[in-house]
């Protein structure tokens, strides 16, 4: 999979450096995935979620991070809407549509 926004990855280590071996995991595996549905992200992260159009949400470091991201299958495109903390994850309205 290409991860069109690594700069958001990045730039959220940047500022909390404790996640970092978490995002940094993620992103090596999403690069070496050749995801072509839920079922194969599944067995990749078993903690993800299929909220809708097109968005996952991913538990990073033990549930300490909410990652969301966009996915389509056809050009194994990843794109990256919110990183955050599970608190700030809750405070978000419709996660289908960010």
């Keep these: 999979m290409r991860i069109i926004t690594k700069t958001a990855v990045k730039n959220y280590i940047d500022h909390n450096p404790q996640s970092k071996s978490a995002l940094s995991e993620w992103m090596y595996k999403t690069e070496e995935a050749e995801w072509q549905s839920f079922a194969d992200i599944k067995n990749t992260f078993n ?35 919110f990183i955050g903390t599970h608190a700030e994850y809750d405070r978000i309205k419709d996660i289908k549509n960010i």
């Excluded at 159009?53 to 990843?78: E, M, S």
């Design 47 to 81: 903690s993800v979620d299929y909220v809708g159009n097109q968005h996952y949400v991913f538990n990073i470091k033990g549930n300490d991070y909410r990652l969301i991201v966009v996915i389509q299958f056809t050009p194994q495109f990843v794109y990256i809407r």
